[in-house]
């Protein structure tokens, strides 16, 4: 191994741990916008876990890939966030 | 009956013109988005920019800018250096002591009125770490905005100062001759304001309690 | 190891720490508004670095420029998704005032229920005296 494959293992383990971390506020809430922004990081996490895939692979398969990702967690933050504050209005 | 046509043809010819950057814009990115520069490529992705815009009718909002380069430099360097600067302090609180961590909100009136720099600037301020536009008060100029961490009262006026250099900055990279010259004329009256009514904390409108 | 190499062996790692941090943020923060600024704004600058530090593993530029473009979206995305929760949480009423050394705009919310129409907060710029009356509003003593 090259002191590169390290570097992508260590990046990999950090990513893989703050995923782990966004997961566990997802478990415990309270509130459903907690939970809309883990899932958002989620998302940005994953585009980076592609982006250290496209680094190590040298090859750019993947940026596509990224940029969906990268569409679709934004879509589905804003939605999501939009819905909530509806159904806060209809509450009261 | 011939001038009338005539205008209209000449209204439908600007329609096209203003809306030419932004097809030229989503043709680049199309452009990037394959990686290639071949012409087959440009041609397809002018093709489903105008397709695209023609489907989604974007309303046509005039853009009246002006960049001055130095000021722009100045306005990146700056947003920059917020962004690195205030995501060490955020994670310098998030590994001591969060529980204790406290937020802010200020309100701080903006000095320009035009639309786009205030788009500009509030988004501007929600990018950089540890500050972040709630609500905007669109006719009487003000913006709502949550800072963290912020301990104190001092704290505070620090972050008001920073979203009140923020839109100088802003308004003097993009603004027309008449935005900085309204942005100046605004200035001047918060100053005279200030002289006739001498406020506690450095002198910015709102202050922390009585 | 060539010079490139060494970039992105210092920035990779740097934006996955930047990263990390922001999540454990999310995790220990005690309010909602907080964490919302540290899972949006860490993790941006995070992937930054980490898009650079790719960058400089590709061959060439025409294949790094996609990389740009999704710098380019994750930086015009943020301020958008920050703004958007930001207000929600706030109209929720899930933004922990308690926690806030000063919350002007609870108090500007407060007057114009008060006073009861869309006169209380101020003249608009641009009348004689803009900001006067907020100030003065501002000014007045509130229970601490």
New interface residues.
Partial sequence: MTVLDYVYTATFAMLALGVLCALVRLVRGPSVLDRIVCLNTVSVLLVSVVAVEVAARGD?AY??LM?SLALLGFVATLTAARFAERRAHDRD | MSAVGDRDHRTTYRRLLGRLPTVVWLTV?WA??W???SPGTLLAGAGVASLCYAAARLPHLPVRLRVRPLYVTRLAARIGWD??W??LQ??FR??WR??E???????V???T?SDLLLAMV?????????S????L?R????V?V?G?P????R??QNLRRRVRHTEELFVRAFGTAEDVARFEA?EE??AE?LRA?P?PGGGH?????? | MTATDWITAVLMPAGAL?TL??T??LV????L??R???AA??D??GLLLILVGAAFQLPNI??A??L??VALFQ?TT???L??TL??VT?SRGE?SAE??????????VRHAERDGD?ET??????TD????Q??QR?????A?
């Fill in positions: 750019t940026v596509g940029v | 990115m990037l988005l990686g290639d520069l962004l690195l205030s995501s955020v994670a998030i590994l969060p529980a961590v406290r937020g802010a909100i200020v309100a009136p903006m000095r009125d509030t988004a501007g301020l929600s990018l950089v770490t540890g972040l536009v709630i609500e008060n006719e009487q100029g003000v709502y949550h963290i912020i301990d104190s009262p704290a505070a605004a009256e918060f304001l009514s406020a409108v709102g202050k922390e309690g009585a | 930047f941090i922001g454990i943020g220990r923060l005690p309010t508004l907080g919302l600024h540290a704004k860490p941006t600058v025409s294949a420029a996609p740009l473009l930086f943020i301020p958008v920050a703004q930001g207000r706030y933004s926690r806030m050394v000063v919350d002007e705009l609870a108090d500007a869309d907060l101020g003249d608009p710029p641009g005296a803009p900001g006067r907020y100030g501002q000014q007045r003593p509130r601490q």
